[in-house]
Structures are given as structure tokens and as C-alpha cells.
């Protein structure tokens, strides 16, 4: 683990060394939701980060305090939130979880989602949207913002990427300071998942936060949140692949013509966006953004 880590925290660029071609059928787990008035007026499409399932998006803590499903749904929106591949109820490769479950295959499973939705043919949806908008957070915006640039027609209509736009290169007045994302798996201090006992069932290649601390160190700001939530958020956590960690990436600093931009900070949170105080600025700005652009 220690090499993992390491090696994690020195990365200059992918990991990838050549592409494969995988054919296969997933069987993927989601949630989808309406208003009590049926439909709504457009269709969001949540991808969760790693680390977590769907449940990120409609945690149950504190009668539902911190769903950001509910305030879509008061806003009119449908919601179809979904576990990624190799993560929560969707299937995982029980030998591949290293050459497998990596951002290209899981952008292909979220574009093929997508297109289902869009014609009403996924069981379970047969609500037909004209608007579709896809939202993500931390690695869920990754592969957003990916299925965007691969397929620019007819497949999104908006993207809100949160827990997304972190620097990679820290400076001060000038001066380096080093990279932002080692950060993220020095303080995880990652473990081989099945060394939990509610993971024992993971092959290895799968790793996961140690403990609490470890989960706070990443996802939490001082002063920001309830204490009582850190208990149920890391038992809610879910593993995540050396494959995926391995092949992130930064995005380059381009966007499309005619794009429609907001950049919102939102102070005082950190990186778990959904499980702090602020969580209802966050749901207000992706929505009121949203709304002015169904």
C-alpha cells in the first residue's frame, strides 16, 4: 500500500500504457425519482464519486437533511442516481478490477445509460425527457465532463461538475508548492479493502478509506459539519479501484464555443459537499443554475 501510494503522489501523467478493447454486459444499479406530480420538467443524471455509492446524492441523515435528490425533486426535476461500476449494487469484474473499472469503461456505461433514458427505453423510466442534465461530483465530474467531450450532440443539455475544480498545482506569490492531488490518497490512508470486514469479499485491487479520520481528512471542513454525520458517512463508504486512481487526470483549460459558464466557490466546504452545513448553498446554486438554462 505504501508503494501504491507513493507512486499515486509522484504521478506526472496517466498511468495507461496502451488501450484494450472490452465487450461485456454490466448490470447497473440506480434510483430514479419524480415529483409527487409526476415527471419533471427535465431529467438529472447523478454520478457519484469514489469513495461513496448513489446514496451520496440522498443521504439519509438527520431525516434527509443533506439529499440533494429532495431539492431537485422540490424544484421539479426527475433524478436518476446510479452506482458506478464496481461500486455499491453494480456489477464488478471479480478478477479485473485493476484493468477493468477505469474512467473509459465507466464513461461508456454512463453514455449508454444516457441514450436509454433519452428514448425511454430503460425499465423503470418510461418518462420520455427533452432535457437531460448530467451532474457529478469529485470523479463522477470527471467522467461528466469526459461523456461531454466524446459526445458533444445530442446527449447532455447542461453539466454542474462539483468537487471538481481543484488546482493541481499549488503556488504562493509565485512559488510552487507542490501538487493538490496527492493529498487526496495521502489522506485516505488507503487500505486493501477486504481488510474491513464489510468488504471482505473484494478481490485486491479494491481500496478504502482506514477509518473516520481518514475519511475527515478528504472530505470534511473544520467547523463545517456535524460531528455526528463523520459515523454513518464512513459507514456509507464504498471501496474504490487501483484503476481508477491510476488513470485521473487533470482537464485541459478549454471548453466548448457558445458554452454558457457559472464558477461558484462555495465557502467554508470542503470536498464532501453534501455533508456539510453549506450543503443548501451547493443544492440552490446547481439548481438555480439549472433552471436558467432548461
Not at 455509492?53 to 431539492?71: M, Q
Not at 454512463?110 to 436509454?116: A, E, G, M, P, S
Not at 488513470?247 to 471548453?255: G, H, I, Q, R, S
Not at 459558464?261 to 446554486?285: L, M, P, Q, R, S
Amino acid at each position: 500500500m505504501t508503494r501504491l501510494v507513493t507512486t499515486l503522489t509522484s504521478l506526472a501523467c496517466l498511468a495507461t500504457s496502451a488501450y484494450d478493447t472490452i465487450s461485456d454486459t454490466f448490470t447497473m444499479a440506480a434510483t430514479y425519482c419524480e415529483p409527487d406530480s409526476g415527471p419533471g420538467k427535465a431529467l438529472q443524471i447523478l454520478t457519484h464519486g469514489v469513495g461513496f455509492d448513489r446514496t451520496y446524492w440522498d443521504f439519509g441523515f438527520h431525516d434527509y437533511n443533506y439529499s440533494y435528490v429532495e431539492a431537485a425533486l422540490d424544484e421539479n426535476y426527475s433524478t436518476f442516481a446510479y452506482d458506478r461500476l464496481g461500486v455499491g449494487q453494480s456489477s464488478a469484474p471479480s478478477d479485473e478490477p485493476i484493468a477493468e473499472i477505469q474512467p473509459w469503461l465507466e464513461i461508456e456505461s454512463l453514455y449508454n445509460l444516457t441514450v436509454q433514458l433519452r428514448e425511454a427505453v430503460l425499465p423503470g423510466v418510461s418518462a420520455r425527457y427533452d432535457k437531460v442534465f448530467h451532474v457529478g461530483h469529485s470523479f463522477g465530474s470527471r467522467l461528466t465532463y469526459n461523456l461531454a467531450a466524446k459526445y458533444p450532440e445530442g446527449v447532455s443539455d447542461g453539466l454542474a461538475l462539483t468537487g471538481f475544480s481543484h488546482v493541481s498545482l499549488l503556488n504562493v506569490n509565485g512559488t510552487p508548492l507542490g501538487l493538490v492531488g496527492p493529498y487526496f490518497p495521502m489522506g485516505a490512508n488507503f487500505i486493501n479493502a477486504r481488510a474491513l470486514a464489510q468488504f471482505d469479499g473484494f478481490p485486491d485491487g479494491y481500496v478504502a478509506f482506514s477509518n473516520e479520520r481518514a475519511l475527515h481528512n478528504d472530505f470534511f471542513a473544520p467547523g463545517n459539519f456535524d460531528p455526528a454525520i463523520l459515523g454513518p458517512a464512513f459507514d456509507a463508504t464504498q471501496p474504490m479501484t487501483v484503476g481508477e486512481l491510476l488513470t485521473l487526470n487533470n482537464p485541459a483549460n478549454c471548453f466548448f464555443s457558445n458554452t454558457t459558464i457559472k464558477v461558484k466557490i462555495i465557502d467554508k466546504a470542503a470536498h464532501g459537499i453534501n455533508f456539510e452545513y453549506t450543503a443548501g448553498e451547493f443544492y440552490a446554486e446547481v439548481l438555480n443554475f439549472l433552471n436558467a438554462n432548461v
